[in-house]
Nanobody, 123 residues
Framework: QVQLVESGGGLVQAGGSLRLSCVASGRTFSSYTMGWFRQAPGKEREFVAAIGWTSSFTYYAESVKGRFTISRDNAKNTVYLQMNSLKPEDTAVYYC????????????????WGQGTQVTVSS
């Protein structure tokens, strides 16, 4: 298992941008598929984006496609989520997750999770 720590959340106005970071421990980060999920108050956790270990493959939820970009720097053991054109409905706790194997959008397929970082978008 890999340990994950997210950062970069905060309060931003609608239309603004934030970049989330997730730093992983361990020497095998480059072997993991990485994902971002989010959970809004009173709602179930939902998939946001995922990236394969080579960065060649990415996958996005329809709700964020064209606004969010997932990327990774294997030399820094870090995955990023660049969030642009933020909307109030993007308000949630954002979680980083890791799994061995191909990209999946189903949360239980991920074995390692961070503690989450709060993103609040004001209207």
């Amino acid at each position: 298992q890999v340990q994950l720590v997210e950062s970069g959340g905060g309060l931003v106005q609608a239309g603004g941008s934030l970049r989330l970071s997730c730093v992983a421990s361990g020497r095998t980060f480059s072997s993991y598929t990485m994902g971002w999920f989010r959970q809004a108050p009173g709602k179930e956790r939902e998939f946001v984006a995922a990236i394969g270990w080579t960065s060649s493959f990415t996958y996005y939820a329809e709700s964020v496609k064209g606004r969010f970009t997932i990327s990774r720097d294997n030399a820094k053991n870090t995955v990023y989520l660049q969030m642009n054109s933020l909307k109030p409905e993007d308000t949630a706790v954002y979680y980083c997750a890791a799994r061995m194997g191909p990209i999946r959008s189903y949360g239980p397929d991920y074995g390692s999770w961070g503690q989450g970082t709060q993103v609040t978008v004001s209207s």
